[in-house]
Antibody, heavy 121, light 107 residues
């Protein structure tokens, strides 16, 4: 299994863009057997799937966030990233990156430790 | 979106107890149902995928069953390290959705 590590600012101002990066080790983002995924968890609440990107750049997003989210992959840096625009306090959450098996049945088998992002002025 | 509803939302149990958690989907999802365990401040951990397949390294006291809309996670003999929150997830269709979680606490 791959190892994943999130990085990025822990504080973002309202209306700005949240940007996070996930670095993959022990594997490659060019691996066609994975979707590279983002999941978030508001404090004290449950899990919400944000979306994912494949090795070729194809994406699927949660419709609840689709207008604001971009997930992309950088094969040269073995990283993938999340951008969420026009953030509000409701976007305050623990953000996880994860690998999802590409072929059905899909499942999230490796996770980063998570990074807490607060939206506040 | 497919809604996933877990029951109960929380339960209290003792070490050695048999524990069953139920997950119901708002529409049939075949066998595309996964279970995760999450401890406070930690990332979720995959326990079971495709309804009943145990992820490598997961103890055999965990098992899953079901099909269509109704699924269960069973812990045959609860151990101290099993006190955590458990989530089901469907990957039958996008967006992938999770249940609200079941918190298993010490009695």
């Amino acid at each position: 299994q791959v190892q994943l590590q999130e990085s990025g600012p822990g504080l973002v101002k309202p209306s700005e863009t949240l940007s996070l990066t996930c670095t993959v080790s022990g594997g490659s983002v060019s691996d066609s057997t994975y979707y590279w995924s983002w999941v978030r968890q508001p404090p004290g609440k449950g899990l919400e799937w944000i979306g994912h990107v494949s090795y070729s750049g194809g994406t699927n997003y949660n419709p609840s966030l689709k207008s604001r989210v971009t997930i992309s992959v950088d094969t040269s840096k073995t990283q993938f990233s999340l951008k969420l625009s026009s953030v509000t306090a409701a976007d305050t959450a623990l953000y996880f990156c994860a690998s999802a098996y590409y072929y059905a049945p899909h499942y999230l088998d490796s996770w980063g430790q998570g990074t807490l992002v607060a939206v506040s002025s | 979106d497919i809604q996933m509803t877990q029951s109960p939302s929380s339960l209290s149990a003792s070490v050695g107890d048999r524990v069953t958690i139920t997950c119901r989907a708002s529409q049939p999802i075949s066998s595309f149902l996964n279970w995760y365990q999450q401890k406070p401040g930690k990332a979720p951990k995959l326990l079971i995928y495709a309804t009943s397949t145990l992820q490598s390294g997961v103890p055999s006291r965990f098992s899953g069953s079901g099909s269509g809309t109704d699924f269960t996670l069973t812990i045959s003999s609860l151990q101290p390290e099993d006190f955590a929150t458990y989530y089901c997830q469907q990957t039958y269709s996008f967006p992938w959705t999770f249940g609200q979680g079941t918190k298993v606490e010490i009695k």
